[in-house]
């Protein structure tokens, strides 16, 4: 402890004196640059006063410092002399110290700085937009394929030919009980077979063969009687007992007709020649309740292919009548026209086809 005491009295006794209130001359840096040449103007005179007098204020404060009494820590004989000597001007007309010089130059090296990032960041940010931009725009424009719809493509439905009950080819049987059958039964029965052909196709011909209750045909005599057709029996006598009936699709109507084998044809040719005044009357029954009247006085004289056919019409619309014909050894009895000349073509092919038949059998024989 005594040793600290000396050694700060050593130190006290080294150190130089200085009056608090000495009105010493302090060296300054305006002195310095007096020295260089320089002229002074009256601002900067009274700066160098300022600086003057705070120099001086500053080495009072550090005298106080000096007394072990007064509480202050003694500054270090280097750090005394640092403190009193002058600092020199970097910039002998800039007129500012070296700390803002400091503080400028720091804000110029900053202020690049700054500005490279926020462009930096601009470009970025640009970029960005523009990709974004250009991204929604290839997308908006774009369209989108839709997936091919399904057509539904409708197959044409198979036309369904309806079965038809009766054939067209082949000869079909209409079945008449003789013991109980009268006219009105027969006349209902071929209205019935009537409005089930009407469901087949125009201008179809079907052959019936009239049977008894044991499936034997009916002779054209026993028919006549029954349905109550009355014909002469000079007529009936010259006509077989074969015979068949025929249904034919006439646009929106079916009439009725027949075929009935001939027995001796100049005989029928000359009879019903003289019945035709009374042959509508006769025939009636076979107009299926169709009304009718007879527009002409007499029969009239028309050629079909090779066979010559007589007939009256019996409506406006000719779409009734009375056509008969004698065509090879059938009597061929029709209720329109058509009707009498589809009974006609269907008797030729049945003719052709039964010579062909016949000429195949007879050449079978000669091989044989």
Known sequence: MFEHNKNKEAEKESMPEIKANSDAVFHT??????????????????????????????????????????????????????SSSPVPLRNNHAGKSPMKSRVSIKKRSVIPKFVISAVIILIIASVALGSYILWKTRNSGKIEPKPPEEVSIEKPQPTETPIEKYSSENPNYLSIDTESATSESISQLLKQTASEIKESENGKLFEFVATDANNNPLSFSIFSYLFKISLSPEILDSLEENFSLYFYRDNENVRLGAAVDIQDTEAISSEISKEENALVSELQPLFLSNP????????????????????????????????????????????????????IDKMQQSNAAADTENTSAEDTDIEL
């Open 29 to 82: 840096m305006r002195d310095d640059l007096k020295a260089m040449g320089g002229k002074i103007t009256l601002d900067e005179k009274k700066d160098n006063a300022g600086a003057e007098e705070m120099e001086a204020k500053k080495t009072r404060e550090e005298n106080k410092r000096v007394s072990p009494f007064s509480g202050n820590v003694l500054k270090k004989p280097s750090d005394a002399a640092a």
């Open 292 to 343: 009718f009247s007879e527009i002409g006085e007499s029969f009239n004289t028309g050629q079909y292919k090779d066979f010559q056919i007589r007939y009256i019409n019996l409506n406006e619309d000719n779409t009734l009548s009375v056509d008969y014909s004698i065509a090879g050894d059938k009597l061929i009895i029709g209720t329109s026209k058509d009707t009498a000349r589809a009974i």
